[in-house]
């Protein structure tokens, strides 16, 4: 709720001094049980910030971050370096909350211990987050996971290492790995981006299959619309469109692919389309300007009114809300969208684009 994210860095060219970058700026976002939310937007929008935010790895400069309703940094103390709650009645602790939040990383070649087997690195967090459970437990937990989505037989799998694993069953790995905490939701950092086209489809099958059978819910983020449509429309979800560190449009698949009404949904959706949907000869974005602003001085108002064809005056000046403007639960940060007079009546921007015309 309301949550911002502002990192320090040091300033590039020998300057002396030190910036801030502003990676999230006050996004506010539910996630519900069995749900999937898409992040969608360039790379630097924030969208990685806000989903490891979101899953408590990131803590955010302002705003709340609540796992059913409990704030997860409420009692944060700096000494453990992490949550430390008490697991008193009524509240999650600690190892309720990280078994309950779930990431799988963009390259799983990396995310997994190359010095051990599959089965060391899965028995990991079970040793660590359910100490109780036997050894023989473990292990039938492991292989009917590896079972499950078509690594048999299990006892030869469990013995690789993870250069002995195609990128798509090291990705396997990476999923059985946040699925054996029976986690409520699992954050996909561009989980399938590193995968070949052909083996996507096959991996998104996999996931919303394992969401229907776990009830889990998932956060993806990624910078392709095709997949964020594919995974989100299977799973009744939504997309989110992140632009400059702040959340400007929500909705259905439906809503957000085929009816955008945030000018840059619109920008998102040129891009990936095919030139016969982009219309004859046209070669540019609808933008004014092909310049993307620094997250450390992002502009006034309306972030995008440097490039939005569509500013005026007041969105310069102005930052509209998110909101529901037709009634349709879709929620668009946009004065376009709604009855806004004071928009209607501003002058449009005077600035000449500076996108090469065709
Ligand atoms: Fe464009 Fe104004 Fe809408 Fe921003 S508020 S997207 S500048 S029309």
């Given at each position: 709720e309301n949550v911002s994210v502002e990192f320090t860095k040091e300033r590039l060219m020998g300057l002396a001094g030190s910036e801030t970058v502003?990676?999230?700026?006050?996004v506010s976002l539910d996630i519900y049980e069995n749900d999937v939310v898409a992040l969608v937007g360039?790379?630097?929008?924030g969208k990685t910030t806000l989903g490891k935010t979101a899953i408590g790895v990131q803590r955010p400069t302002r705003g709340t971050v609540s796992y059913r309703g409990q704030d997860?940094?409420?009692?944060?103390?700096e000494s453990s370096g992490w949550f430390n709650r008490?697991?008193?009645?009524?509240e999650y602790s600690e190892t309720d909350i990280r078994k309950a939040l779930q990431i799988i990383h963009q390259d799983p070649g990396s995310a997994?211990?190359?010095?051990?087997?599959v089965e060391s690195i899965l028995s990991d967090p079970l040793k660590r987050?359910?100490?109780?459970?036997s050894e023989a437990d473990r292990r039938e937990r492991i292989y009917g996971f590896l079972e499950y989505v078509g690594m048999a037989p299990a006892e030869d799998y469990a013995e690789?290492?993870?250069?002995?694993?195609s990128g798509g069953e090291q990705q396997r790995i990476a999923l059985i790995r946040a699925l054996l905490m029976n986690p409520d939701l699992i954050l996909g950092?561009?989980?399938?981006?590193?995968?070949d086209v052909s083996l996507r489809v096959e991996m998104m099958d996999l996931l919303l299959e394992l969401q229907d059978q776990f009830n889990t819910s998932y956060l993806f983020i990624s910078h392709n619309l095709a997949n964020a449509k594919y995974l989100t429309q299977r799973a009744g979800g939504r997309i989110g469109i992140m632009y400059l560190g702040e959340l400007v449009e929500i909705g259905t698949p439906e809503q957000i692919?085929?009816?955008?009404?945030?000018p840059y949904t619109k920008v998102l959706l040129w891009a990936t389309s095919d030139v016969h949907n982009r219309g004859?000869?046209?070669?540019?974005?609808?933008?004014?300007?092909?310049d993307i602003p620094e997250a450390t001085d992002p502009p006034s108002g309306c972030r995008f009114h440097t490039r939005c064809?569509?500013?005026?005056?007041t969105c310069r000046n102005t930052k509209p809300a998110l909101k529901?403007?037709?009634?349709?639960?879709r929620r668009t940060a946009?004065?376009?969208?709604?009855?806004q007079h004071e928009y209607w009546q501003s002058t449009p921007l005077e600035e000449e684009s500076t996108v090469p015309q065709q």
């Open positions: 502003h990676a999230v700026s006050d360039e790379s630097g929008c997860i940094w409420e009692t944060k103390e008490g697991g008193s009645d009524g997994l211990n190359s010095n051990y087997v987050w359910n100490p109780d459970m690789r290492y993870p250069h002995q694993l950092d561009e989980a399938i981006s590193a995968l692919i085929h009816n955008p009404q945030h004859e000869g046209v070669t540019t974005p609808p933008v004014r300007s092909l064809p569509e500013a005026r005056e529901d403007h037709d009634g349709d639960s946009c004065f376009r969208g709604e009855d």
